[in-house]
């Protein structure tokens, strides 16, 4: 018999496996404990192993990054655009100012000035959006959400970055997982977060759809794979 062979899990189980994952990953802040080359990276690795596949599939021009972090998942997609000779750079912002000196030690200054733009500033500052329309060449951009995690926050951050992403491009949203009864009482502030946004979203816009074959099983973002139809 083939020992890689799909045992036949219902989707009960397979949703109770994740939801222990889940729990464990919040609970324990194992999130914490990732790095990418040394440098602290905030998010899940089955979601950015997702990320690298979807990188490689759509060879963005640019990859605009929101919630910068201490720039480990910046740092990433900025290798991974240099080795598929990829032309473009990560533009990475964040509401909150991190210490991102791990990112300068491992890249070297010139390096990460080559491959990565970061700014400390509000994602959806009307200033910086202005920069990122004059600076960044090309319109196949990869765009990648994951900061201020309110509903309404997370909703304005889709519209204005919608703009950047062509037909056949992806809008991702991180950490839709946290929405809904699973952790109203772990995380309350969030309890309408980034899946309400998403939501609400797909409500008013018919040019993007959720991609369901991304972002599966113990993944944080699911439900948070859009695609660009029109």
């Not at 905030?42 to 605009?64: G, V």
């Not at 991102?100 to 990460?112: D, E, Q, T």
């Not at 500052?125 to 090309?138: E, F, H, P, T, V």
Request: aromatic share 12%; net charge negative.
């Amino acid at each position: 018999a083939d020992l890689f062979e799909k045992l036949p899990l219902s989707q009960n189980v397979i949703e109770s496996h994740q939801k222990s994952f889940l729990d464990i990953y919040f609970t324990e802040k194992l999130y914490r404990k990732n790095h990418f080359i040394g440098i602290p990276c905030l998010q899940n690795p089955i979601d950015l192993f997702t990320l690298q596949e979807l990188i490689t599939k759509l060879r963005p021009d640019n990859i605009l990054e929101t919630g910068t972090g201490f720039g480990g998942s910046a740092a990433l997609f900025a290798i991974m655009m240099d080795v598929l000779g990829l032309p473009g750079k990560v533009y990475t912002v964040d509401n909150v100012q991190y210490d991102v000196s791990a990112l300068s030690n491992a890249l070297g200054n010139r390096y990460k000035e080559k491959l990565i733009c970061f700014r400390s500033s509000m994602s959806i500052d009307s200033a910086y959006i202005d920069k990122l329309r004059k600076n960044i060449k090309g319109d196949n951009n990869l765009v990648i959400l994951d900061s201020d995690h309110s509903k309404w926050y997370v909703y304005a951050e889709m519209e204005v970055y919608s703009q950047f992403v062509k037909p056949g491009g992806y809008l991702v949203v991180a950490d839709t997982i946290i929405d809904g009864k699973t952790y109203r009482d772990k995380y309350p502030e969030w309890y309408e977060g980034p899946k309400a946004a998403v939501d609400e979203f797909l409500k008013r816009r018919d040019d993007f759809v959720l991609d369901e074959t991304c972002g599966q099983i113990f993944s944080c973002f699911t439900g948070g794979f859009l695609r660009r139809i029109k």
